[in-house]
């Protein structure tokens, strides 16, 4: 625990911990400030949810899985580690979402505690691989609304997003 860096969340300074922060602590921080119900961020370059962040400006629920996480938008790309891509992927997620991708990056994803926003980030993962199979083999078939609108409201609900 002595290793793992904190960092203030109204200054952002570095306060305690050996390690140095990630380049990306400003976007996780900006996340925090915005989604006050979240206690964990994620951020991976998950190679699927990268390939379909350049594909698409938002991906579907393909899979039923993800489907209380969808739809996922782009963020534009930006300079990681810069303010510009904190700001883009609070927009992205918008009020009703958790998570976003990073255009040519990856992913991130928040939640209640590090095991949901882990979880998030591998259910949208696991979509964007078979939204890429679907999509490269000429037939990407997203859920209706009908088909993702009512676990996307349960999960707007149960995240507190609401
Ligand atoms: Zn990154």
Redesign the pocket.
């Known amino acids: 625990p002595d290793m793992v860096p904190v960092i203030d969340l109204a200054t952002g300074e570095w306060t305690e911990g050996k390690c140095k922060p990630s380049t990306?602590a400003p976007m996780h921080r900006l996340i925090f400030l915005n989604k006050v119900k979240m206690e964990a961020v994620v951020?991976t370059?998950s190679p699927f949810a990268t390939a379909m962040s350049i594909l698409v400006e938002e991906l579907p629920a393909v899979a039923a899985a993800s489907a209380p996480y969808s739809p996922v938008k782009v963020a534009p790309f930006e300079i990681?580690g810069s303010q510009e891509i904190a700001e883009a992927a609070v927009k992205a997620m918008g009020d009703h979402n958790v998570v976003c991708l990073l255009e040519n990056?990856?992913l991130i994803a928040a939640g209640r505690n590090v095991s949901q926003a882990m979880s998030i980030a591998e259910y949208v993962e696991e979509n964007s691989q078979i939204a890429y199979y679907t999509y490269v083999a000429g037939k990407m078939k997203p859920l209706p609304e009908s088909g993702y609108k009512i676990m996307h409201d349960r999960a707007v609900k149960k995240l507190g997003l609401e």
Do not use: D
Request: charged fraction near 15%; aromatic fraction near 0%; glycine fraction near 16%.
């Open positions: 990306e951020h370059h990681p990056h990856g």
